[in-house]
């Protein structure tokens, strides 16, 4: 392959409505759409995924920027590629930044994949056609409030539902939502806010009968993670502490949890994602596909992967219309009973609103390789 050009778009989309979890609230998602453009125009493209601040990892907007600007895309111009799987030996020389190196990968193989007139599902040896949506609530001012859009998101079918917790918003919501709904497919995400001090926390929501319970501490904390899953029978997930595919052969090592999110973004692009969904497949590990409020650019990946056939879990994908007003991609993304039909057309498998995506550029840079 050849590229001829690349361009990154500062792109800011209001959600329809805020988010919040342990850590922030989100109002508005400002991220970037990169585009790789070959020779005859061709376009392929990809999304980064960091938030304004480093509440999630050390990544910020601005970070992933700065080092698309002044790393790697200068090290694509000096390195010319020639095939997608050039990508690692030439990022290996740049640590970390995941979602920085993601960012520009996601549209590399995305363009690759169209000039081979292969969808990515397709191309990375996917062959689920349908994939199981689940819905992930955030932390609302009330409890009545959470009950209302979980029975909204039950009636619109979606297969489990994932709510955030926090210190105090923890063990009683729960218990209010099991005396509702009993039979409710549930799991818990706590971005990292407790520690191995809360252990009787935990042993209390095992008679919860919770699908999982994502990230309770922080995300270095594979030992501690390992004792905690040692005493409880729910299944801990690991989502923030999952970076690198060492991460997954560390977690896998030392028993510190018993599923594994996989996102994209956050593992540094489509191969090391490919890499530990094979690695989690031989350790008979379950994986699911975790969502950053994605464009549907950046959903349409996530849908490609979760296509593998490890991804056995349902994934935070929800559907266009529950995010934005309108989507940057089209047909827009939609959950039908709980499940979402993965497209088999060339790359993403879905075609770009161009239009949109020029109203929502606030900021433009072009770079010729």
Known sequence: MQIEQIVIRKIQLPLKQT???????????????????????????????????????????D?????????????????????????????????????????????????????????????FGGKQTKILAGASLGIEDSEQALLEKINQAVKNGYKRIKIKIKPDWDLEILKTIRTHNPHLPLMVDANGAYSLKDMHLFKQMDALNLLMIEQPFKEADFLNHAL?????????????????????????????????????????GWQPAKEIHDLCEKADIPVWCGGMFESGIGRAHS????????????????SSEHYWEQDLISPQIIVDNGEITVPDQPGIGFTVNRTLLKQHTIEKSVYHI
């Open 19 to 61: 988010f919040k979890n342990s850590q922030t609230s989100i109002q508005t998602k400002t991220f970037h759409i990169i585009e790789v453009v070959d020779s005859s125009g061709q376009i392929g493209y990809g999304e980064t995924v960091a938030f304004d601040t480093p509440w999630y990892t050390e990544e910020t907007i």
């Open 63 to 123: 970070t992933v920027f700065t080092m698309l600007d002044k790393h790697i895309v200068p090290l694509l111009q000096k390195h010319p590629i020639t095939h997608p799987n050039n990508m690692k030996a030439l990022f290996a020389t740049i640590k970390r930044n995941h979602m920085a190196k993601a960012g520009i990968e996601e549209a590399i193989w995305d363009l690759y994949a169209r000039q081979e007139h292969i969808s990515l599902k397709a191309l």
């Open 228 to 268: 905690l899953q040692k005493e409880i029978n729910t299944p801990i997930c690991l989502d923030e502490s999952i970076q690198s595919v060492h991460d997954a052969q560390l977690a896998i090592a030392l028993n510190s949890c018993q599923i594994m999110n996989i996102k994209i973004g956050r593992v540094g």
């Open 303 to 318: 849908i490609a992967l979760a296509s593998l056939a490890n991804f056995s879990l349902p994934c935070d994908m929800q």
